[in-house]
């Protein structure tokens, strides 16, 4: 398995030999990791070329941030960790965005960055690209490891993959000084310092008596709500969590990236009657999901007025009561949790009154018919709905297709309008509403599951990474990007009154960002109506080439900040518009 080795030069002393370069590619092949989204440079160039040629899959990248979005978007697909190469101190940087980014989030990703020599960088001399690497990625990742010694290579990057992927899953830091890769050791013993790690992510069992309380408390509710968050898709139980909604009868409502866990048109959904089901109900059982800013911190006006009681399952014993009482804790992981709750309910199980359910039915029937006409119109240049509804239609004809979504009023008006139907294919910005995640996340997704992408794109979203659409072109991926172009940040439309720079929000009207698909050879297309834009994505999920589609809409049609500009803080001396 260890791949190339050297003789010894000196009579009489020959012996296999290796190196660190060697025994970084054979850790990272032994531990079944099989490709490595990365920028090369020094001191990590020829890492990336022998990874290469020992069978690793090398994703060149053209900023580091991207490919650490797509390495952590690869460890909540896959639940191996992802991996993102760089070189030293602002490779490493332009990285850590993302490994904080997938920290947040909750995804196993390790960021593996060169770095420069210790004795220099501790007594400050200068060294080329000089920085403390691991003192600076300490507090933003669940742990931090450097590797000094090519004998400790094995462990090093065990611990990383254990760090990652056990517990509640987050970002690693794995600091490689540049020495390291030129360090020589016995062959024989080189394949001995390899671990390969069993069991990463050991199943965390609940404990009986909490199973016992949190179906007690469930058992009791009038009104309750399953809400069911990232986590709960990233565990890949689908098939027990499945059953177990199903089973209690109780609706349920997806956070944005636990669409499609059960099909948004699944009669038990209440993703159309959001506000009601967070208002109304009176026992709210989470499932991977965390009672963050997305949930209101599970108080305020948005929870109404009933008292409620709030049951919640989760690797993380410290997540229960960060915000509210929990008063029934579930430690365990969703798959052991989820299958201890369908086996207790073996026994009988009453569904929740009906008068609850059907409020909530009528609720959804009313919102949905309510925006059904609002998707059907053929204004020209489009509005948000407009495009949507076509977008919609697209991924209802392909299930299996995944969706990338960033913007504001992009991102918030298309979780809404389009259904997903299948677990894990909506990826967007995240617990930190990140702009940035676009071209990254729809490039491991293309990879790591061979389906076709989707990628819904603000304008200003896009710009974030939009240089990438080089690399789709490069490894000629199944991506279609649409950009939805208003001209700016929100609205296209905002004036700056007191001289002749532009407002702050807004971009170079009828900018045509097809053009830059069609600059590394793929597929551009202007699209001014709904009619147009479905002939063009359609085209493009029939043909699988890499295609950006330029999607002009109304630069008055959206809100400032999309749904969360409620979040805005407001000056007292600014006169209000
Ligand atoms: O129940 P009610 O009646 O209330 O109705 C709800 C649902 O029931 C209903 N609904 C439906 N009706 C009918 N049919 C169906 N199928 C249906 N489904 C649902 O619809 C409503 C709304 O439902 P929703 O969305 O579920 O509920 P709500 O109340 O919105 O949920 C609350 C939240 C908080 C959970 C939700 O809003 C949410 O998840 N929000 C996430 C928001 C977010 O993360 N936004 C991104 C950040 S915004 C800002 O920061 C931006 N920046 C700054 C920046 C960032 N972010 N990052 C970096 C690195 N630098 C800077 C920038 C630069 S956005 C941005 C760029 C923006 O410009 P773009 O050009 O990219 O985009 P455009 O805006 O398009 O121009
Ligand atoms: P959302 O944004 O969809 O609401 P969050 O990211 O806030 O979701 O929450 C995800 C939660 O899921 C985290 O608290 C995390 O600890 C938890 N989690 C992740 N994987 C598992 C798992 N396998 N079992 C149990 N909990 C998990
Ligand atoms: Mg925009």
């Known amino acids: 398995m260890l791949n190339t080795a050297t003789k010894s030069e000196a009579p009489g002393t020959e012996q296999e030999l290796t190196d660190g370069f060697h025994l970084v590619i054979d850790a990272l092949k032994l531990n079944g990791i099989n490709t490595i989204y990365n920028v090369p440079g020094i001191p990590i160039t020829d890492l990336g070329r022998m990874?290469?040629?020992?069978?690793?899959r090398m994703i060149s990248f053209r900023h580091e941030q991207n490919a650490g979005y797509a390495a952590g978007i690869a460890g909540y697909l896959t639940k191996?960790?992802?991996i993102c190469l760089t070189v030293s101190a602002p490779g490493f940087l332009n990285g850590l965005t993302a490994l904080a980014h997938a920290t947040t989030n909750c995804y196993p990703m390790i960021l593996i960055s060169g770095s420069s020599e210790r004795e220099i960088v501790d007594l400050q001399q200068g060294d080329y690209e000089e920085m403390d690497q691991l003192a600076i990625a300490k507090p933003l990742c669940k742990a931090a490891y450097r590797v000094l010694h090519a004998q400790d290579i094995g462990i090093g990057l065990a611990r990383a993959i254990r760090a990652a992927v056990s517990g509640r899953p987050g970002g690693v830091y794995l600091d490689l000084p540049a020495k390291l890769f030129g360090q020589v050791m016995n062959a024989d013993a080189g394949r001995k310092s390899l671990v390969k790690?069993?069991?990463?992510?050991?199943?965390?069992?609940?404990?009986?008596?909490?199973?016992k309380r949190a179906l007690d408390v469930l058992k009791g509710a009038k009104r309750p709500l399953i809400i069911l968050g990232k986590g709960a898709a990233y565990a890949q139980a689908d098939e027990e969590i499945k059953t177990f909604v199903e089973k209690s009868g109780i609706p349920f409502l997806p956070m944005s990236m636990a669409k499609g866990l059960l099909?948004?048109?699944?009669p038990q959904c209440a993703g159309a009657a959001r506000s009601t089901v967070l208002k109304e109900s009176d026992v709210v059982l989470l499932i991977g999901a965390r009672l963050n800013w997305l949930l209101s911190h599970g108080k305020g006006k948005n929870w109404g007025?009933?008292?409620k009681k709030f049951i919640q399952v989760d690797i993380e014993p410290r997540e229960m009561d960060s915000n509210v009482e929990i008063v029934a804790p579930v430690v365990g992981d969703i798959g052991s949790v989820?299958?201890?709750?369908?086996?207790?309910?073996?026994s009988g199980w009453t569904a929740p009154p009906a008068e609850w359910t059907k409020a909530i039915s009528s609720k959804r029937e009313e919102n949905v018919a309510k925006m059904a006409p609002k998707l059907m119109n053929n204004k020209s240049p489009m509005d948000y709905h407009g495009a949507l509804g076509v977008l919609k239609n697209v991924i209802k004809d392909h299930p299996e297709a995944i969706l990338v979504n960033e913007g504001a009023n992009t991102l918030d008006l298309a979780r809404g309008v389009i259904d997903m139907y299948r677990p894990r294919k909506r990826l967007d910005v995240g617990t930190w509403g990140v702009m940035g995640i676009g071209m990254g996340q729809a490039i491991a997704a293309a990879l790591e599951t061979g389906h076709p992408v989707l990628a819904v794109e603000g304008d200003s979203a896009f710009g974030f990474s939009g240089m990438e659409v080089e690399t789709i072109c490069r490894y000629n991926l199944p991506i279609c990007v649409v950009i939805f172009n208003n001209d700016g940040i929100y609205r296209g439309t905002d004036v700056n009154s007191v001289n002749a720079d532009p407002a702050t929000t807004v971009f170079v009207k009828g900018a045509r960002y097809?053009?830059?698909m069609e600059a590394f050879g793929g597929v551009g297309v202007n699209a001014t109506s709904p009619d147009e834009l479905k002939r063009a994505v359609v085209e493009a999920m029939k043909s699988g080439k890499p295609t950006l589609i330029n999607a002009v809409i109304d630069p008055a049609a959206g809100s400032e900040s999309g749904r969360i500009g409620n979040l805005n803080p407001q000056s007292v001396l600014q006169k209000k518009k």
Do not use: C, L, R, Y
């Not at 790690?197 to 199973?211: E, T, Y």
């Not at 099909?263 to 699944?266: R, Y």
């Not at 989820?338 to 073996?346: L, R």
């Open 51 to 56: 990874a290469q040629a020992a069978g690793i």
């Open 197 to 211: 790690v069993i069991d990463a992510a050991p199943a965390q069992i609940p404990s009986p008596a909490s199973i």
């Open 305 to 307: 007025e009933a008292p």
């Open 338 to 346: 989820v299958s201890a709750f369908n086996q207790a309910m073996a």
């Open 514 to 516: 097809d053009k830059m």
């Open 80 to 82: 191996k960790p992802g």
């Open 263 to 266: 099909s948004d048109t699944h």
